[in-house]
């Protein structure tokens, strides 16, 4: 009979609720190159723009925003895999902005990341206990057991057979890739992850498997999250606080409830009303929610718009919003930490309109000429 498996305690545990990571003024443009014969630079592409957020200790923080508004360009600034152009990135009080190569050796180990593609980030020429091991070789860590025995614990609290340590990459699902993934974040037993969306490579049948399993490990552990994902069902499931991104700024930011269910930015807004709703009974269904359809693509970083970066898809929008850029602040009815950068801020529920708000004209024209048919 085998002995219950114990998920080990994170090293140096502080008190919950206490500001493990803080950001503030965050930046990072990356030059575009011009000219013949000469490469000058002659413009930059503003991925990450001055941004600020906090992420406590044990907590999941949920990083949500359409793909291209700087959400993976965020989480590598974090993990210092990008040098930052402006900005402060301060872990357990230790300011880590331009930290060298010597100053991060120890916090290295604390702030690990699951990345997007299990299948790139894997090395195919090493085995399953080569690559999760492989952390505690750099680190000159030697756990109690020896190494081989903690990579075979490891693989069973992420869900996988400990015989596999010998198999290669290609050996394995998709899921049991990202489940590898996992189980080599934790192996050096960190204090925060960065997962940045971590299963949107995998079918949909695997994804709530994993997102479980991240689940569980934060609760066990106590380890804190920043959640990067796209998809708003995904990261209500798994975390505590919310931020919604939009080309490079950080437009709102709150807990869980009042995020989904009292958002006050227009693009939060037109987010929610694009998420599937499914009532399997009618005790469930919560009424007809509203429906937001916006036109265009968002505009290119390299030219934001001046002002508020959301007016030029926004049916609020008025002239204020060209000239002045809107404070990420609490407003009036707002949850305590619930933060909103818009000078004019939808009512705080998601209920039906009396009318859809469509902004493609086409679209709206298409709509009105079926209507008729009828």
């Keep these: ?20 990571l803080e950001v503030s003024g965050l930046t990072k443009h990356f030059p575009v190159k011009g000219g013949f014969p000469i490469r000058r630079t002659i413009g930059a592409v503003q991925a990450v723009d001055g941004i600020d ?84 070789e750099i680190n000159d860590i030697n756990p109690e057991g020896g190494r081989e025995k903690r990579v075979r614990e490891l693989l069973e609290i992420v869900g996988l057979n400990p015989e596999h340590y010998n198999r290669f ?87 869980r409830a009042s995020i989904y269910a009292r958002p006050r930015h227009p693009y939060t807004h037109a987010l929610l009303s694009a998420v599937p709703e499914v009532s399997l009974s009618e005790a469930e269904d919560a009424g007809p929610r509203e429906r937001i359809r916006l036109a265009g693509d968002v505009p290119s970083p390299i030219a934001p718009p001046s002002g508020c970066r959301f007016r030029t898809r926004c049916w609020k929008a008025q002239d204020v919003c060209a000239t002045e850029e809107p404070p990420l602040v609490q407003l009036s009815g707002n949850r305590e930490g619930h933060l909103t950068a818009c000078h004019f801020p939808e009512e705080p529920t998601i209920e039906a309109r009396d009318e859809d708000i469509v902004m493609d004209p086409a679209l709206a024209a298409l709509e009105e000429d079926a209507v008729d048919g009828d």
């Design 1 to 20: 009979m085998t002995e219950d498996l114990v998920l080990p305690a994170p090293r140096d545990a502080a008190p919950e609720g206490e500001p493990l």
């Design 53 to 136: 957020l906090t992420v406590h200790v044990g907590e999941s923080f949920g990083l949500v925003g359409e793909s291209g508004c700087g959400k993976s360009t965020t989480g590598r600034l974090i993990t210092r895999l990008l040098e930052p152009t402006a900005g402060k990135i301060s872990y357990r009080g230790q300011d880590i902005t331009h930290a060298g190569r010597k100053d991060l050796a120890p916090i290295r180990s604390e702030i690990q990341m699951i990345f997007q593609d299990p299948y790139s980030s894997l090395n195919p020429r090493q085995t399953v206990g080569k690559i999760i091991s492989g952390p505690m």
């Design 169 to 255: 990459p290609h050996e394995f699902s998709g899921g049991q890739r990202q489940r590898i993934g996992v189980a080599r974040a934790l192996a050096l037993e960190p204090k925060l992850i960065v997962a940045d969306e971590p299963v949107s490579a995998l079918d949909v049948s695997i994804q709530a498997q994993v997102v479980n399993l991240l689940q569980e490990v934060q609760k066990e552990l106590g380890i804190a999250f920043l959640f990067i994902a796209h998809d708003l069902a995904v990261v209500r499931h798994f975390s505590h606080r919310v931020a919604v991104m939009y080309l490079g700024k950080i437009i709102e930011v709150g807990d």
